[in-house]
């Protein structure tokens, strides 16, 4: 499948599907959407973006976002692959490594629930390591955080 991926407005109609259908993923795994850790404001400035993978046929079928956290560091949002897709996840996780390092950023960090072992395992395949929590995640139980460096 070919998967072509590029940064889009996240108020778009794809954009706001995908975002819904992942906070429904999350919410029936975890019990929470993550919605309140996202706010689209966050990805539309300057070194920050929203990122949409589709198929040739311009088919939606994954999202994510980098936030800017400091000026060498940039956060992981809303990723997520549409059920029974292949290599969507790692086709945006690249694109937007690419797009962060290209955007001067060295290291990138995320969040996730540790009970979604899926994308624990997903971060870790994708030489993500873990780290102690940031932010709100500070001593939080729930929450498992990852940082890659991209740069040197």
Excluded at 45 to 56: K, N, S, T
Excluded at 69 to 89: H, I, Y
Aim: glycine share 12%.
């Amino acid at each position: 499948m070919t998967i072509r991926v590029a940064l889009e407005d996240p108020a778009g109609a794809d954009a706001q599907a995908l975002v819904a259908e992942l906070s429904a993923t999350l919410e029936a795994l975890t019990g929470a959407t993550g919605q309140a850790s996202f706010d689209p404001g966050d990805v539309r400035g300057e070194r920050a973006g929203f990122a949409l993978a589709r198929d040739a046929q311009g088919r939606a079928l994954g999202c994510g976002a980098l936030r800017p956290m400091t000026d060498d560091c940039a956060e992981l949002k809303r990723m997520f692959a549409r059920p029974g897709t292949r290599g969507v996840g790692a086709a945006l996780l690249s694109f937007l490594e690419q797009q962060a390092a290209g955007w001067g950023y060295a290291a990138l960090r995320l969040s996730t629930r540790r009970i979604n072992q899926r994308a624990v395992a997903f971060y870790l395949r994708h030489g993500y390591r873990p780290i102690a929590g940031y932010g709100r995640y500070v001593g939080s139980d729930e929450s498992q955080c990852f940082e890659k460096r991209i740069a040197a």
